[in-house]
């Protein structure tokens, strides 16, 4: 009996070190998977963090990207509003910053060349000499020069109290500096008076032009047919208001120019009249034309006409501008966001109508 009890103790001993046992392996095993389980989430967040990170770097770089973009528009569309933008510019080089839903970007706009576009035209606004043509009872000049410009008049009875008065003169009205060029018409029911100018230089084939006048008019309203301006080039009228398409905000470009086309009687080039009311009575008149492939040759001038509105009525012409509207701009934008950034080079012109035309865009 006691063995037996001793060897059933033994077994009851055998046993339990084989439960035991079975537990502590079943322990090394838990142990074992909550480790590599561990170990795997470990290494999911350390491969989970870098997925993360480019997620977050990849819309950065589009939203950077997006503002690039964007920035250029606004730069474009601000040259087509501005329609003497090149002329404005200080230098032939603008840089400054701007920001775009948050994101900052460096811009840069230059001309592709050192000329700005604006064609010299001495004297401009009529700041050089104050005159005008005399105007005596009987036998009254018709033609004069005050400060580089030709003065001239016509009438249908040639006395001093008849004739337009046509000069120069300062004025509290003028647009740049202090003076501005007058027709008036005072006893004139029938006459006109014409201020002219010549200038250095001829016009380049299958190029943009755009010849620019503040235009002001006494309490009587300006009818289109009562003042006007021209570009001769020798004998060849090359463009006039009276023959140009009038280019209104929301006018379809293509339906301006069909219309420009139509308008086209004397004149060798058709034209787009661009008009800004500056004044209660005075308006920026921006003649636009094009060039063919061969121009006319013959010196360039400048004509603004005044006809008579009725008596005691006037005009009056100041800021007179000439320039090329077709030169091309550099438009860099660097655009930062985060730590992502995103470059854009881009390159237009304005077409004669003062429609901007992109030619080239890198993305480097």
Excluded at 133 to 146: I, Y
Excluded at 200 to 218: F, I, K, M, Q, R
Aim: hydrophobic share 40%; aromatic share 6%.
């Amino acid at each position: 009996m006691a063995s037996h009890e001793l060897d059933l103790q033994g077994q009851r001993w055998n046993a339990k070190r084989s439960i035991t046992t079975r537990r502590g392996a079943v322990m090394l095993l838990v142990v074992g998977a909550v480790g590599i389980a561990l170990l795997a989430s470990v290494g999911f967040m350390a491969s989970g963090t870098p997925l993360y990170s480019y997620e977050k770097h990849a819309l950065s770089q589009a939203q950077a990207r997006m503002a690039a973009e964007s920035a250029i528009d606004h730069v474009m569309m601000q040259a087509s509003i501005n329609h003497s933008w090149a002329a404005e510019l200080d230098t032939d080089e603008w840089q400054g910053a701007v920001s775009i839903d948050g994101v900052s970007v460096d811009l840069r706009v230059e001309l592709d060349t050192d000329d700005t576009g604006t064609i010299d035209l001495d004297n401009n606004s009529f700041e050089d000499q104050v005159g005008s043509l005399a105007n005596p009872l009987f036998g009254p000049p018709m033609h004069g020069n005050v400060g580089g410009w030709t003065l001239s008049r016509q009438a249908l009875a040639s006395t001093g109290l008849t004739v337009p008065r046509v000069g120069i003169r300062a004025s509290g009205s003028a647009t740049d500096g202090s003076n501005q060029a007058y027709v008036t018409f005072v006893a004139a029911l029938v006459g006109s008076g014409t201020v002219s100018k010549e200038l250095s230089g001829s016009l380049e084939p299958n190029a943009g032009y755009a010849l620019t006048v503040d235009v002001g008019a006494s309490s009587l309203p300006i009818l289109e047919d009562n003042a006007w301006i021209e570009l001769y080039a020798g004998s060849t009228l090359v463009a006039t208001t009276r023959e140009a398409a009038v280019l209104l905000d929301l006018a379809d470009l293509e339906d301006v120019l069909a219309d420009a086309d139509d308008l086209l009687e004397t004149a060798l080039c058709p034209a787009v009249l661009i008009r800004t009311l500056i004044g209660s009575s005075v308006s920026t008149c921006e003649l636009r034309f094009q060039t063919d492939g061969s121009p006319p040759d013959g010196e360039l001038r400048i004509e603004l006409h005044a006809e008579s509105l009725g008596l005691l009525s006037e005009v009056t012409f100041d800021n007179v501008r000439f320039s090329r509207t077709d030169l091309p701009y550099s438009v860099n934008a660097k655009a930062k966001h985060g730590k992502a950034s995103h470059e854009i080079l881009a390159r237009y012109r304005k077409d004669w109508a003062g429609k901007t035309q992109i030619i080239d865009w890198v993305e480097p």
